[in-house]
Nanobody, 125 residues
Framework: QVQLVESGGGLVQAGGSLKLSCAAS????????MGWFRQAPGKDREFVAA????????YYSDSVRGRFTISRDNAKNTVYLQMNSLKPEDTAVYFC??????????????????WGQGTQVTVSS
C-alpha cells in the first residue's frame, strides 16, 4: 500500500524559505509522477508542482515558478519542495500526491491516485 508522509511545514516570515519533504513507501515509484498541491481555507486544492520520477521532468504553476523547486532523491524515495521568497498568499496546507503514471502532464487533483495527510505552511507578513 502506497504511503506518503509530508514534513517540513511551519511558520515563516515573508521572503523566507522552507523545504517540504514527502517520504514515499509501499511501491516502486520509478514510473510514477509525484506532485505537490496546496489548499487554503475556503479555496479549492491548487496544483503547485510535479515531477516525473524517471525522467526528472518538472512542471510548475505560474504562481510559484521561479520561487519553488521540486526534486526527488531516488535512494531515499523522497520528493522535496524547496520554497523560496515566500509570500503570505503561499499560506496553505500542502499535500504530496502520487500518480501511477501514463500522463504527460499530471496537474489536476484527479490525475493523482495517492495523497499524504498534508503539512501546514504559514507565511506571515
Amino acid at each position: 500500500q502506497v504511503q506518503l508522509v509530508e514534513s517540513g511545514g511551519g511558520l515563516v516570515q515573508a521572503g523566507g524559505s522552507l523545504k517540504l519533504s514527502c517520504a514515499a513507501s509501499g511501491h516502486s515509484f520509478s514510473t510514477y509522477a509525484m506532485g505537490w498541491f496546496r489548499q487554503a481555507p475556503g479555496k479549492d486544492r491548487e496544483f503547485v508542482a510535479a515531477i516525473l520520477w524517471r525522467s526528472g521532468t518538472t512542471y510548475y504553476s505560474d504562481s510559484v515558478r521561479g520561487r519553488f523547486t521540486i526534486s526527488r532523491d531516488n535512494a531515499k524515495n523522497t520528493v522535496y519542495l524547496q520554497m523560496n521568497s515566500l509570500k503570505p498568499e503561499d499560506t496553505a496546507v500542502y499535500f504530496c500526491a502520487a500518480s501511477r503514471g501514463g500522463l504527460a502532464y499530471p496537474h489536476t487533483p484527479t490525475d493523482f491516485d495517492y495523497w499524504g495527510q498534508g503539512t501546514q505552511v504559514t507565511v506571515s507578513s
